[in-house]
């Protein structure tokens, strides 16, 4: 897992290093997500990287019945994960990364429960792993990692350290 999580660092690194004119400018969060899926990819050969992907083959990806999710679709019932790392024609979901602008003020609960849902073993489609990014023009001000439907603390700890070591972010 933390080969994953390297990779999503070394991802924001080539992106902070390439993309600053995205938060000079104060572009949207859905641009700044598909510039980071860019490099994203670069770093997951072999994977596909897509941006707010609501699929698994023919299946239309659905929260489960009472989730308090709201979405982007016009029954509310569909997930529109903002970058995910998977095999499109296969049930092998490995990260999903959930992005926030640090001028971002709407709840930070809706992000936490959707990755929480994303992760839960219990869904058909999990995902292996989640994160959540809030980003700032200097770095990654907030961070949290997902396993298992919960947010994991030693993870989310080890993480936010090697953002910091890395002078992306700051300790969480």
Request: glycine share 6%.
């Amino acid at each position: 897992m933390q080969t994953e999580l390297n990779k999503v660092i070394t991802a924001l690194r080539d992106f902070y290093a390439h993309e600053g004119f995205l938060f000079e400018k104060d572009v949207g969060e859905r641009a700044i997500t598909h510039r980071f899926a860019v490099y994203l990819e670069r770093q997951f050969p072999g994977w596909a990287v897509d941006c707010n992907y609501d699929r698994l083959g023919e299946r239309t990806l659905h929260l489960p019945h009472g989730a308090i999710i709201s979405t982007d679709d016009h029954l509310g019932k569909s997930i529109y994960p903002d970058v995910v790392v998977h095999q499109r024609e296969i049930p092998n979901n490995l990260l999903s990364v959930e992005i926030r602008k640090a001028s971002n003020h709407t709840p930070l609960e809706h992000d936490q429960h959707k990755l929480k849902a994303m992760t839960d073993p219990h869904v058909w489609f999990a995902y292996w792993i989640g994160v959540l990014l809030v980003l700032d023009k200097p770095g990654v001000t907030m961070s949290e990692v997902y396993l298992s439907g919960v947010s994991d603390e030693q993870q989310s700890r080890w993480f936010a350290a090697r953002l910091e070591e890395s002078g992306l972010g700051a300790m969480k």
